[in-house]
Structure formats: structure tokens, C-alpha cells
């Protein structure tokens, strides 16, 4: 940073706000003393550098400054992630301005970082919105299909009692296979409405039964880690529906792995609990909870569906039914839990925080 640029913006070195000012070419000429903090870099270091290089932005913010600088527009967004130079990822709020002061200083970003409570209060929020409209449409949808795919079922059978020609069965049983596949695919659907049947329950044995399964449909490509907490207390909760759960996480990862494109032979996946004390969830405050965690070293999820993910029928892999994470997602918030994604290319985790005394 230049003496001259360092002397106009001297002021801005007391703000607690992180503050960074760029040229028309987006290249960073000033940071405060915030700011370096808060990206982790020498101001003087990176100056002359543009910002995109020093830290991971978002298309949108991106485009945001192109516009500042072609419109004038000021840009404010509630919610930028940031990816700092060590791979960690910020949550901030943004604001981007023009500045007229006839160098060649001409946007202003401030960031303020955002409170981990109030970011996880309004992504649960969130979370029980979509869940709501996801579990109210996949009803409908279900219902909607499911009856006529009997009258097409039953249809099909009468007509093949009345072909002559045995070759003609062929297609009237592709008819009926495929009913039975979509009648399957409708009590998939509609599962997450039994009512819940909770007991005392034992994680580990939850994460061991899941360890099995995976390990006999997977035998010679997968490694699965275990990393337990064995103090922790049993929860109340319907094992059936969280083996189910953790399931089709943990066969999301082992798939995921099995299509990688560098073709490695070998994949792990890491089953770790932890206790987590004081949290918040679905609205409500628990002392103590579970924290699960599945992780794998798989190709990670692709950027056009990662925050779409629990949605159902959206599914990152060929072939893939999109309703395992959905399902889960249904399951784990029936237990007033959560459950939250992270991922980036070799490291995928999903976190499950599951309380240990339900309420009513």
C-alpha cells in the first residue's frame, strides 16, 4: 500500500469492522488492521493483488462489484461466505460502495463477521421451512400417483390374460415391473410418516449396525474409521428410523467415493460422536446432545446442488432416486435434531447433533 493511500485512509485503521478498499481492476489497495485479522493476510503483502486471489469469493459477489463499479450500485448481502487462504470459511455480512475520491481508490467493502448462533438459529429456521413444504408436497405427490398406479398395475395383468401370443407378455410384464417399482418408490416416500416408536437408545450400536451393512456391500473399497465417544449416555429415540438415518448418509458417502473420477481404489469413511453441551435445536435449547459425524474423502458435492441437497428428487449421482438425504433429513428433525452439510473436493462431512432427552 502506498504512503499516499495509507495517509487518505489512515481513519479507517480503528474501526473494529474489517474494511478493504479496491480499484477499478478489483485489486485490493488498503486494508485496515480488521480486515487483515479477519482474511488472515498482510495488508502490505497482498496489495496489488486482486481480491478473488486473496480469498475465495462467491460468483455473486463477484458480479456485485462489477456492477458497483460500471453502475454506481451499492450491493448489501446478510449472508457472504468467504474461503480464507487456509481453506477456512467465513459467514460474513457484506456492503460494497463507490468511493469519489479522485485516485484510484473506487469501491469500499465492509465484512462484519456473523454470530455462529444467530447463522445456526436461521439456517434451523430455514431448515424446518423447507422441511415443512418438502414433507407436505411429497405427500401429495404420493398420494396423487400412488392410486393410479393400481388401476395401471391391475390393468396390465388383466390384458396379459387375454394376449394369446406368449411374446407379448414381455411387454406387459415391463408394465407391471415398472408399476412396482414406482408403487416401491410412493412407500418410500410416505415412510417418514409412521408414527415414531421411541426407547432407549445406544449410538454406537446405531453406528456399528451401519458399519456392518456398509462393510458387507462394500467389502474390499472401503475403509471405515471409528472415533467414539463410548461415555456418551443412551438417547431416546426410534432406532429403526435412525439406523435409517445415519444409513443412507454413510451409503451416500460409500457411493459417492465408488464414483470418483481419479478412479482411486480405496475410499474411507470416518464415524466420529462427540457430546456437544448448550446447543440449540429446532428452536429449543438442550443442555447436552449428540454430535455424529460422517465423513468421507470422496469427490465432494457438486456446486450446483449443494444447497439443495435434502430436497427430494435431487441427487448428485446417475441413477441416484434423490430421497436418501431427505429421508434422513425427515428422520433426524422427527428426533428434534439437525442435521448440516459440509463439503469441498477429498473431505465431505455431515453432522447430525441429536439431543439426548427429547421433548414433549
Known sequence: ????????????????????????????????????????????????????????????????????????????????????????????????????????????????????????ATREEQLLERQLASRELIRNLAHEIKNPLGGIRGAAQLLEHELNHPGLHEYTQVIIKEADRLQDLMKRLLSPHRPMQPGAVNIHEILERVRSLLTAEFPKSLIICRDYDTSLPDLVGDREHLIQAVLNVARNAAQAIMNRPDGQAVGQITLRTRVARQVTLAKRRFPLAVELTVIDDGPGIPDDIREHIFYPLVSGREGGSGLGLTLAQSFILQHQGTIECESRPGFTCFAIRLPLSMGS
Open 1 to 120: 500500500m502506498s504512503d499516499t493511500t495509507n495517509a487518505a485512509f489512515s481513519g479507517l485503521d480503528l474501526l473494529s469492522s474489517s474494511v478493504i478498499l479496491l480499484d477499478a481492476h478489483l485489486a485490493i489497495r488498503y486494508m485496515n488492521p480488521a480486515a487483515e485479522h479477519l482474511l488472515a493476510v498482510s495488508g502490505k503483502t497482498v496489495c496489488g493483488s486482486r481480491i478473488d486471489d486473496v480469498a475465495g469469493c462467491p460468483a455473486s459477489l463477484l458480479e456485485a462489484l462489477k456492477n458497483a463499479l460500471l453502475h454506481g450500485w451499492d450491493y448489501g448481502e446478510p449472508n457472504t461466505e468467504i474461503r480464507r487462504d487456509d481453506d477456512e470459511l467465513l459467514h460474513l455480512n457484506c456492503s460494497v460502495n463507490q468511493v469519489e475520491n479522485g485516485g484510484d481508490v473506487r469501491l469500499l467493502v465492509e465484512l462484519w463477521p456473523i454470530d455462529p448462533q444467530i447463522l445456526r
